[in-house]
């Protein structure tokens, strides 16, 4: 799977100011697999039930396809959470794909507390199909507690870096 580099990852300057002001809204990264958590997502749109704007969802054939580098690309970009959403454990298409995308999910959660980012900033759920306020209410709770984090660190490291280039 590729990322692509363009409108996903523009953190746009909304997500500039401090947590705790009101314009701040996190920029969230939801990776879906294509069975259970985007049929989710559907019916939640089709039940009108709202979720937060920021998050932005990628639709993946199976959790199993999500890298750990695809993850640690979206913090590097500058994205404040990201949210892992496959099938049900024992209810995978790929049978073992959301087992891995866990052992995958875990292992990056302790890279970021390693590194400074904070492991709260992950978080992977299961969904089946029909869980559509599950999905939305899975999409809330990684706005409020990343919300509760601030910014990711490495946007103001970045703007750092920017401003002392331009001295």
Known sequence: MILPNQRLFDTNERS????GTP??????????????AS????????KRLE????????????TGKIGMEHILESFEKGI??????????GGCHFVEGNLRARKRTDRVRSLLDEIGIRSERLRMVNLSDSMAA???????????AVKGLGPNPLKALERRQESAGKL
């Not at 599950?134 to 409020?144: K, N, P, T």
């Open 134 to 144: 599950g999905f939305v209410q899975s999409m809330q709770e990684i706005v409020e």
């Open 23 to 36: 314009e701040w809204e996190p920029d969230i990264v939801a990776f879906c697999c294509s069975y259970c």
């Open 51 to 62: 979720y937060p704007a920021c998050v932005r969802i990628i639709q993946t054939p199976c």
């Open 16 to 19: 500039a100011g401090p947590s």
């Open 80 to 89: 404040d959470g990201v949210l892992v959403v496959g099938c049900l454990e």
């Open 39 to 46: 049929s989710a997502a559907a019916l939640a749109g089709s």
